[in-house]
């Protein structure tokens, strides 16, 4: 099984709400990744997790708020947001970040921002 | 620093048609090859692999060959589907240490009847 999902499918929110993304994974795997989708474009990597710690965050604003509860759960909370975040958020995770394991994606969350 | 350059379309062609999206590469060191498809509204999936030179990765009639000489992973279906229309990904994740999957721009491939 390679799977990973996501919730919620689609989100609309305003600039002054708080809401959060998630990600859950039952492969096992020690690293996981948070990407940002523009239409017409590639996923643009936001942050990575290795073994539930912070290890890259590819210089986000800090209205975006990363989680790892657990091996298996990824969190992205959201606040005061502007309209050009809306996009599709994709998660994904990988057996490990050191080596050149594949990365397995969920079906991402798409957010409009108003 | 790594880099994926494919051919960015759009690609349009008849149902039954040969498919051919190029992908060439450049990396330090040997790294893991990936085509990934993603389909109007959803999110990306792997639709194959190589790890090494000479490997074929395959998966649902589409195939591409890891050729270190020619730094290329060029996707190739023999009779593709109108189902098969989507946005196709070429990446690299390179070795030692690298956390980074490395994509290219992408190919809108819209297949008609």
Redesign the interface.
């Given at each position: 099984d390679t799977e990973v999902t996501q919730t919620p499918k689609h989100l609309v929110m305003g600039m002054t709400n708080k809401k959060s993304l998630k990600c859950e994974q039952h492969m096992g795997h020690r690293a996981m990744y948070w990407y940002k989708q523009k239409a017409k474009k590639p996923p643009e990597l936001m942050f990575v997790y290795s073994y539930e710690k912070l290890s890259i965050n590819e210089s986000v604003p800090s209205r975006f708020s990363p989680e790892c509860p657990n091996s298996s759960l990824l969190n992205l909370h959201l606040h005061a947001l502007q309209p050009e975040d809306s996009a599709l958020y994709l998660c994904a995770s990988s057996q490990d970040t050191g080596g050149r394991e594949t990365q397995y994606f969920g079906p991402g969350t798409r957010l409009l921002v108003l | 620093g790594d880099s994926v350059t494919q051919m960015e379309g759009p690609v349009t062609l008849s149902e039954e048609a040969f498919l051919t999206i190029n992908c060439t590469y450049t990396a330090t060191g040997y790294?893991?090859l990936?085509w990934?498809v993603q389909y109007p509204?959803?999110?990306?999936?792997?639709l194959l692999?190589a790890?090494k030179a000479d490997d074929k990765g395959s998966n649902k009639g589409f195939e591409a060959t890891y050729r270190k000489e020619t730094t290329s992973f060029h996707l190739e279906k023999g009779s593709v589907q109108v189902s098969d229309s989507a946005v196709y990904?070429c990446a690299l994740?390179?070795?030692a240490?690298?956390?980074?999957?490395t994509?290219?721009?992408?190919t809108?491939l819209s297949v008609i009847p």
């Open positions: - | 790294p893991s990936f990934y509204g959803e999110g990306l999936q792997l692999k790890t990904f994740r390179s070795g240490g690298s956390y980074q999957l994509f290219g721009k992408g809108k």
